[in-house]
């Protein structure tokens, strides 16, 4: 095992109607007047942003309201909020959405924090981000795991790069999680979900180091549940069982519990990153399209791993080279059930 770190201090508030202690969660972290940063229109229908506010007001925290973040965030919208946010002298952030949401939410909270400071500065770590703003989060898609991770995914449409920055300030005071919030999404969203949670353990799972039991046990469970649930909340989008269960794995998968004491790859990402970068896809339908012919051009190097992962996440019996090729087949097919892309073409 490799040394390491854990400390997530992310507080998770989990269930029903939680989103109602909004206020009280903002109060308690110190916040006086928030910004509410949300996406393209699903929370505001959905009435989630309506019972936000009221929650806030009935707090006595002021705010205003940032609206229109698109699915792979970009650096300019974010700098739109950064000036919003000082203009309107808030101190705390609220990420209402999904990924997109909650990255530019912690954008903004780094600008808020450093006026004057290019973002972009701060992304590529020309300028050594210090402090920030504090974020709370009301999630409604589980995917990115952005609510507790330490990441944040910005595209700088100018030079064409889609890029996370990695901070302990990206950590959120706190998440509201309640799974019944995300019943009003599509399933095309709920597939690339499942495909994103999976690949933050999967990216963790295949490095070289691997003497390290216990996160393997995590990694192969959290695997096992997801698969599971992924495949009842797509029958039913509004399984509550089956969306506590991905919420949860979701956050679980990617403030790096599942990797712990051993290296990060993340070269799916990375390669998921530029195809988005160029062709604006939606992220997760990115990782599944390379991740087959990556694991492909990968596994003759360490068999064994790949035989392990075969019998503890797919159940397959045997040895050798044909279980390995059977864990690989297995997984692209399950991608496929959910309605990814399994190939560049698709
Ligand atoms: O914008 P709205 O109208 O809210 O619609 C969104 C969006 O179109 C919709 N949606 C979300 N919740 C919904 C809903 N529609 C109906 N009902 C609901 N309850 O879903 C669409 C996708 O939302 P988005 O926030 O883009 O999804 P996701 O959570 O997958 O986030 C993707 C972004 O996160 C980045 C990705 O690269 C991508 O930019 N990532 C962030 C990470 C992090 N910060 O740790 C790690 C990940 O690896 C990832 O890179
Ligand atoms: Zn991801």
Same mark, same amino acid.
């Given at each position: 095992m490799r040394n390491f770190t854990y400390c997530v201090p992310t507080e998770i508030v989990f269930?029903?109607?939680? %989103?109602? &202690?909004c206020g009280r969660e903002v109060k308690k972290h110190g916040g006086t007047k928030a910004l509410i940063v949300y996406g393209g229109g699903s929370a505001r229908r959905s009435g989630l942003l309506e019972r936000i506010e009221k929650s806030l007001e009935e707090e006595g925290i002021a705010y205003a309201e940032f609206g229109g973040v698109k699915p792979n965030p970009g650096l300019a919208f974010a700098e739109e909020g950064v000036e919003k946010g000082i203009r309107e002298k808030v101190d705390f952030i609220m990420g209402v959405g999904g990924g997109s949401a909650i990255d530019t939410a912690k954008a903004i909270a780094h600008g808020v924090a450093n006026p004057g400071i290019p973002l972009w500065d701060i992304w590529m770590k020309k300028v050594p981000l210090t402090r920030t703003t504090k974020v709370g989060v009301v999630l409604t898609?589980?995917?990115?795991?952005? %609510?507790? &991770?330490d990441s944040a995914v910005l595209t700088n449409e100018v030079i064409g790069k889609k890029s996370g920055l990695g901070t302990?300030?990206?950590?959120?005071a706190f998440a509201i999680m309640n799974p019944?919030?995300?019943?009003?999404?599509?399933k095309y969203q709920i597939g690339c979900g499942i495909a994103d949670i999976m690949m933050h353990t999967l990216e963790r799972y295949f490095?070289?180091?691997?003497?390290n039991r216990m996160t393997d046990e995590i990694a192969e469970g959290l695997l096992r549940t997801v698969i599971d649930s992924g495949r009842k909340a797509l029958q039913n989008p509004a399984d509550y069982d089956a969306m506590s269960e991905l919420m949860w794995c979701g956050s679980l998968s990617h403030n790096n519990l599942t990797g712990l004491g051993r290296a990060k790859d993340f070269s799916v990402h990375k390669l998921g990153h530029a195809l988005s970068a160029r062709f604006d896809c939606v992220h997760g339908a990115t990782l599944t399209a390379v991740w087959g012919s990556w694991a492909e051009y990968v596994w003759t190097n360490d068999v064994n791993r790949f035989v392990h992962y075969a019998k503890q996440v797919w159940g397959i019996e045997g040895s050798g080279e044909e279980t390995a090729r059977e864990g690989i087949e297995k997984t692209v097919s399950y991608f496929k059930s959910i309605g990814m892309p399994v190939s560049l073409g698709e």
């Amino acid at each position: 095992m490799r040394n390491f770190t854990y400390c997530v201090p992310t507080e998770i508030v989990f269930g029903k109607d939680t %989103e109602v &202690s909004c206020g009280r969660e903002v109060k308690k972290h110190g916040g006086t007047k928030a910004l509410i940063v949300y996406g393209g229109g699903s929370a505001r229908r959905s009435g989630l942003l309506e019972r936000i506010e009221k929650s806030l007001e009935e707090e006595g925290i002021a705010y205003a309201e940032f609206g229109g973040v698109k699915p792979n965030p970009g650096l300019a919208f974010a700098e739109e909020g950064v000036e919003k946010g000082i203009r309107e002298k808030v101190d705390f952030i609220m990420g209402v959405g999904g990924g997109s949401a909650i990255d530019t939410a912690k954008a903004i909270a780094h600008g808020v924090a450093n006026p004057g400071i290019p973002l972009w500065d701060i992304w590529m770590k020309k300028v050594p981000l210090t402090r920030t703003t504090k974020v709370g989060v009301v999630l409604t898609i589980p995917a990115a795991g952005s %609510e507790t &991770s330490d990441s944040a995914v910005l595209t700088n449409e100018v030079i064409g790069k889609k890029s996370g920055l990695g901070t302990e300030l990206n950590r959120p005071a706190f998440a509201i999680m309640n799974p019944e919030l995300t019943f009003t999404l599509p399933k095309y969203q709920i597939g690339c979900g499942i495909a994103d949670i999976m690949m933050h353990t999967l990216e963790r799972y295949f490095i070289p180091d691997q003497e390290n039991r216990m996160t393997d046990e995590i990694a192969e469970g959290l695997l096992r549940t997801v698969i599971d649930s992924g495949r009842k909340a797509l029958q039913n989008p509004a399984d509550y069982d089956a969306m506590s269960e991905l919420m949860w794995c979701g956050s679980l998968s990617h403030n790096n519990l599942t990797g712990l004491g051993r290296a990060k790859d993340f070269s799916v990402h990375k390669l998921g990153h530029a195809l988005s970068a160029r062709f604006d896809c939606v992220h997760g339908a990115t990782l599944t399209a390379v991740w087959g012919s990556w694991a492909e051009y990968v596994w003759t190097n360490d068999v064994n791993r790949f035989v392990h992962y075969a019998k503890q996440v797919w159940g397959i019996e045997g040895s050798g080279e044909e279980t390995a090729r059977e864990g690989i087949e297995k997984t692209v097919s399950y991608f496929k059930s959910i309605g990814m892309p399994v190939s560049l073409g698709e």
